[in-house]
């Protein structure tokens, strides 16, 4: 059995599309979602963002499970200007797993092994990038792998972390990231979002582009995953 992460249903709505025999569940007090794939069980889990709810998610998600394998997916933000949205990211700091003898389907994918470093807040700002790449050596960022290696480690379950890039330094967020979403709330508040693009309407474009990156990230972070599970 293969379990699946991903923080938002945003990043997992295609992927989900993909199982078959799909039903949702609940264990533990966590939702998740079982399906088949090539054969295989999958059980996906929706994190949320950050620390504090991922902790107590894939806690009580892991509890009395045994899984072959784990796959910490969803998107990330660039820290230097080598990614492009869309491009893939195999965190090589958290994955304990190698996909060195990778078949057709992934060979063509845009992979790029690199270190992941799991951040407390979503960051808009290019400079603020720069200076963590600098201090790190990362190469991108999320708010949960972290966490999630964690406890796959606490549960001798194999990980691989693999993210799709939604945001770079050159193709940032639309609107500061506290409009776009509440951490606190775990959600977008949408009065919030919408005056401030009615307050903005020069914005509006930028978040046509933005929403067209993410579709295309969802895209390609979908494709890689469905070839990840029928390689392995």
């Known amino acids: 059995m293969i379990a ?13 599309r993909r199982l078959r025999d799909r039903t949702d569940a609940e264990r533990n007090g966590v939702r998740i979602v079982r399906g088949k794939m090539n054969d295989r069980t999958i059980e996906v889990l929706h994190t949320g963002v950050g620390e504090k709810i991922c902790r107590q998610r ?19 933000g660039a820290l230097n200007d080598r990614l492009k ?9 958290f994955s304990t797993i190698e996909l060195n003898n990778r078949g057709k389907s992934l060979s063509s994918l845009p992979i790029h092994a690199a270190d992941l470093l799991t951040v407390s807040a979503l960051i808009d700002s290019s400079e603020k990038r720069l200076e963590i790449a600098q201090t790190s050596g990362a190469a991108a960022v999320d708010m949960e792998t972290e966490f999630i290696a964690g406890a796959c480690a606490d549960h001798g379950i194999p990980l691989l972390s693999l993210r799709a890039i939604s945001d770079t330094l050159d193709e940032p967020f639309p609107a500061p990231t506290k409009i776009l979403f509440d951490i606190d709330q775990q959600r977008t508040r949408f009065l919030t979002f919408a005056t ?8 509006v474009p930028r978040l046509v582009q933005f929403a067209r990156r993410i579709a295309r990230a969802r895209k390609i972070l979908t494709g890689a ?5 029928s390689e392995l």
């Open 85 to 93: 949205v869309g491009d893939l990211l195999l965190a090589k700091n």
């Open 58 to 76: 894939i806690g009580k998600f892991l509890q009395d499970q045994q899984f072959d394998l784990l796959i910490s997916t969803g998107f990330a």
């Open 196 to 203: 401030f693009f009615l307050g903005h309407p020069n914005r």
């Open 4 to 16: 699946v992460t991903f923080a938002l249903p945003a990043e997992s709505s295609e992927f989900l």
């Open 225 to 229: 995953l469905v070839a990840v599970i």
